[in-house]
């Protein structure tokens, strides 16, 4: 079992700046790909970056250039830091982490973005 837990979500205007966090319950080592998805109201949860053991990273268009995932190994954290928001970012961002062909989620946070 690998427990996850979000933070770092809330309310920014467009333009601004969030970063978000994800400690997992086991060292990362073990984890073989962590994530970022998001699910706006009405739409689909979609991939948002990806971060995998080695270090290779893979984000969504919409977010290229703007977003950045890291890994934090000694303190078992996955960061998403989020730059240059738009209202179209607002959504409930999930961590999610994939290890021995099983999959695991946070229980998700809200970013809003709006003036």
């Known amino acids: 079992q690998v427990q996850l837990a979000e933070s770092g979500g809330g309310l920014v205007q467009p333009g601004g700046s969030l970063r978000l966090s994800c400690v997992a319950s086991?060292?990362?080592?073990?984890?073989?790909?962590m994530g970022w998805y998001r699910q706006a109201p009405g739409k689909q949860r979609e991939l948002v970056a990806t971060?995998?053991?080695?270090?290779?990273?893979k984000y969504a268009d919409s977010v290229k250039g703007r977003f950045t995932i890291s890994r934090d190994n000694a303190k078992n954290t996955v960061h998403l830091q989020m730059n240059s928001l738009k209202p179209e970012d607002t959504a409930v961002y999930s961590c999610n982490a994939f290890r021995r062909g099983q999959g695991y989620w946070g229980q998700g946070t809200q970013v809003t973005v709006s003036s």
């Open positions: 971060i995998l053991s080695n270090g290779s990273t």
């Open positions: 086991t060292n990362i080592f073990s984890i073989d790909a």
